[in-house]
């Protein structure tokens, strides 16, 4: 009895771990902590990211990159723009596209 209390206990220790991990792959999340300063919840910019003449990311020209060229600006940057590449994951910027194809439909 005593084994299955600390299998259970185990187990629920991993799967609070793993979806701390998911969280840090979501895409809304990322989104929050890392763009919306400057892109705005919606995508279509704040008043600093027009200071710093972001674009808007439902713009014609951004609807038209692929997803391989938005993850490039992503990593490298562009322009105002920092690079994440050395602090999000591959995974983490497929999500964080994910989300504003997603706010790109609104």
């Known amino acids: 009895m005593k084994m299955l209390t600390v299998f259970f206990s185990a187990a ?5 771990l793993s979806g701390v991990a ?3 792959n979501n895409g809304a999340t990322l989104f929050q902590s890392r ?11 704040t008043p600093t990211g027009a200071a710093l003449k972001v674009v808007n990311l439902h713009s014609p020209a951004v609807r038209k990159l692929s997803n391989a060229e938005m993850a490039t600006v992503i990593r490298k940057g562009k ?7 050395n602090s999000l994951t591959s995974p983490q910027i497929e999500s964080l596209i994910s989300h504003i194809r997603e706010l790109q439909k609104k």
């Open 12 to 16: 629920a220790v991993v799967c609070s």
């Open 22 to 24: 998911s969280g840090q």
């Open 35 to 45: 763009c919306v300063m400057c892109h705005g919840a919606d995508g279509k910019g």
């Open 79 to 85: 322009n105002m723009m920092p690079a994440f590449g």
